[in-house]
């Protein structure tokens, strides 16, 4: 007997979901950073731009295997100041992750770091 919702369908979705978190946190610092301040704030427009682009990429791989995989992921919803809850539908079967908060919000800014790093790699190489 198969299992409804797998370990590895858990993850995809859960990468996923801190991948989309982290496109809507840089593209709003995009928008709202006053590169002004900096001495060269291309260099830094530059960062986040590509930054963007690999999570992109990697989003495209992601949505193709959630696709293949029968995921969909709905909006999530707060559950109370704490905990953000969301549905995740598995080949018909529901799955309710909940997060705590600073919890999903230190596994963006890991991903973040991860990404960033990668970044550096790849320009100085």
């Known amino acids: 007997m198969a299992v409804p919702v797998t370990e590895q369908d858990k993850e995809l979705a859960i990468s996923f979901i801190v991948r989309q978190i982290l496109i809507s946190w840089l593209e709003k610092d995009y928008e709202l950073f006053s590169f002004e301040r900096f001495k060269i704030p291309e ?30 992921i709905y909006k999530p919803k707060r559950v109370n100041e704490s905990f953000i809850e969301y549905l995740v539908v598995v080949r018909g079967y529901e799955w309710n992750p909940r997060f705590w908060d600073a919890a999903l919000r230190n596994r963006v800014k890991d991903l973040a770091k991860e990404y960033i790093k990668n970044v550096k790699k790849t320009t100085s190489a």
């Open 43 to 72: 260099t830094y427009h530059h960062l986040i731009e590509k930054v963007l682009l690999n999570i992109s990429k990697d989003m495209r791989g992601i949505k193709k295997e959630l696709k293949e995989r029968g995921i969909k």
